[in-house]
């Protein structure tokens, strides 16, 4: 069964400073998904990474993934007040299910 | 075009009562999930459908939940006998099948049981 653990849990961080989120999981997943929940909304889909190697940009976020060591990074860079949510990652073992990790809640201070 | 939609919102009831959600997925998605979400965690995968059948029920915790998507498009989930621990967001996701499966989700109905 595929478990998905993130780390940190909490990250408090101040803008224009640079940051990793960590996602590792513990068997074969076919994708790696990155999620963006604001307080009291749904998830918005922010990546869909597949392969090894993988890795794709959107502004200030990166994401990649390394499936030989079974982690997945996301990357911030000149954090900035709007980033500030919680961030999910999450694996597919098939076309169905994902397994989630219990979020990364961002807090980007002036 | 239109995004995942859920009604209700927002449900309250009483213990043991029995509740349906719903989900209106993006037309034309084959692909449709349910998740239940309590605060402070990930998501917690229920069910999934491939058109009218559900695929995988493995995440459904008891015989109390059930879910329909009769025409292969809204779905419901059903909830007898609710009890407190039921109490979450419930979300609903759907996708085009294929490489990617990339899953859009809804609003959520956020679920009380008093």
């Known amino acids: 069964e595929l478990k998905v653990e993130q780390n940190p849990l909490f990250l408090s961080m101040q803008e224009g400073k640079n940051y990793t989120i960590y996602c590792n999981y513990s068997t074969t997943s076919d994708r790696l998904y990155w999620y963006r929940q604001d307080p009291g909304k749904s998830l918005e889909s922010l990546f869909v990474?597949?392969?090894?190697?993988a890795v794709k940009q959107e502004g200030r976020l990166m994401a990649s993934l390394d499936t030989k060591a079974r982690l997945s990074t996301l990357h911030i860079t000149a954090a900035v007040h709007d980033l500030s949510a919680t961030y999910f990652c999450a694996g597919n073992t098939n076309a169905g299910k994902s397994t989630f990790g219990d979020g990364t809640t961002l807090t980007v201070k002036p | 075009g239109a995004g995942v939609s859920q009604t209700p919102s927002n449900k309250v009831t009483e213990k043991g009562k029995y509740v349906e959600l719903r989900c209106d997925p993006i037309s034309g998605h084959t692909a449709l999930y349910w998740y239940r979400q309590s605060l402070g965690q990930g998501p917690e995968f229920l069910i999934y459908f491939q058109g009218t059948g559900a695929a995988d029920d493995s995440g459904l915790p008891n015989d109390r939940f059930f879910a329909v998507r009769p025409e292969g498009s809204v779905s419901t989930l059903k909830i007898q006998r609710t009890e407190r621990g039921d109490s979450a967001v419930y979300l609903c996701?759907?996708?085009?099948?294929?490489?990617?499966?990339?899953?859009?989700f809804g609003p959520g109905t956020r679920l009380t049981v008093l």
């Open positions: 996701a759907s996708s085009l099948l294929g490489q990617y499966n990339e899953q859009f």
């Open positions: 990474l597949l392969s090894n190697g």
